[in-house]
């Protein structure tokens, strides 16, 4: 599938939803917010289109305190660990996190489906482990005490 051809389809796939984005033709991506209506707050979003792949980023807007780095990684290891569908990432120079996807239409015939999946999962992965990431980003908790509990619905 073409370059021009996603874009048309993210395009058509965003005035479906009703999504307010800001288009940059010069570096040939996307940006929205999404409130999750919880202590998470707003996601930043940022979908960057290139010729035979795009990568979607869910930003979390707050920063790890560098004192919290450690455990945060670990928490973010953990969860990332049998993920079949994208990854949390943490930058240890300035403590952003973010949670990426990453769909590759070269030779494919994308549909609408894919590209609410690569949207979507981050939304997911945030709400089920974004409140116990945010605890330990406070120095509460013990990352692993933290993952099973935000793993417990698999045990259920």
């Known amino acids: 599938m073409k370059k021009e051809s996603v874009k048309k389809l993210i395009d058509s796939f965003f005035e479906e939803i009703e999504l307010k ?7 040939s991506s ?5 409130d999750m209506g919880n202590v998470i707050g707003n996601l930043k979003f940022v979908l960057i289109l290139r010729e035979h792949h795009y990568k979607v980023y869910a930003i979390l807007n707050s920063k790890v305190e560098p004192d919290h780095i450690i455990k945060v990684a670990e928490y973010l290891h953990r969860a990332n660990y049998g993920m079949n569908n994208g990854n949390f990432e943490i930058d ?7 949670y990426k996807t990453y769909i590759d239409f070269q030779g494919v015939e994308l549909s609408k489906g894919f590209i609410e999946e690569s949207i979507f ?8 482990y974004g409140k116990n990431l945010i605890k330990l ?5 013990i990352p692993e005490d933290l993952i099973k ?3 417990k619905e698999d045990d259920d």
């Open 21 to 27: 984005y800001k288009y940059d033709e010069e570096k």
């Open 149 to 151: 509990d935000s793993e």
């Open 121 to 128: 999962v981050p939304l997911i992965m945030f709400e089920r």
């Open 137 to 141: 980003m406070l120095g509460d908790g």
């Open 92 to 98: 240890y120079r300035d403590g952003e996190v973010r």
């Open 30 to 34: 996307y940006a929205f917010g999404v």
